[in-house]
């Protein structure tokens, strides 16, 4: 089993900064997609932004040139650093992370998600 701990979040002024880690444990697994979802009340859960294991990012339209995404693939850590926050960015942000991992019958795809964290950007 994979799991992702979040961390960061909170309550942050317009045009100030937030950054979001989280952190995938486990045993025998490995990490294909790992990145930042979120979700704002009301809406669908959108792409904030993703990284593979070679360092190729996506980022969604609306975080291009704030967001910056990170990841260690040594420690099996992504973060994403928030810039220029908006009201708009307010939402739950969910770490997301899919790959391979050993099943009780061979080797098997996961997708796991995290238990999301609050991003508040006041006006």
């Known amino acids: 089993q994979v799991q992702l701990v979040e961390s960061g979040g909170g309550l942050v002024q317009a045009g100030g900064s937030l950054k979001l880690s989280c952190a995938a444990s486990?045993?025998?697994?490995?990490?294909?997609?790992m990145g930042w979802y979120r979700q704002a009340p009301g809406k669908q859960r959108e792409l904030a932004a993703r990284?593979?294991?070679?360092?190729?990012?996506d980022y969604g339209d609306s975080v291009k040139g704030r967001f910056t995404i990170s990841r260690d693939n040594t420690k099996n850590t992504v973060s994403l650093q928030m810039d220029s926050l908006k009201t708009e960015d307010t939402a739950v942000y969910y770490c997301h992370a899919d790959g391979l991992m050993k099943g009780p019958r061979g080797i098997i795809s996961y997708d796991q998600w995290g238990q999301g964290t609050q991003v508040t950007v006041s006006s």
């Open positions: 486990g045993s025998g697994f490995s990490i294909n997609y």
């Open positions: 990284s593979t294991a070679d360092g190729n990012t």
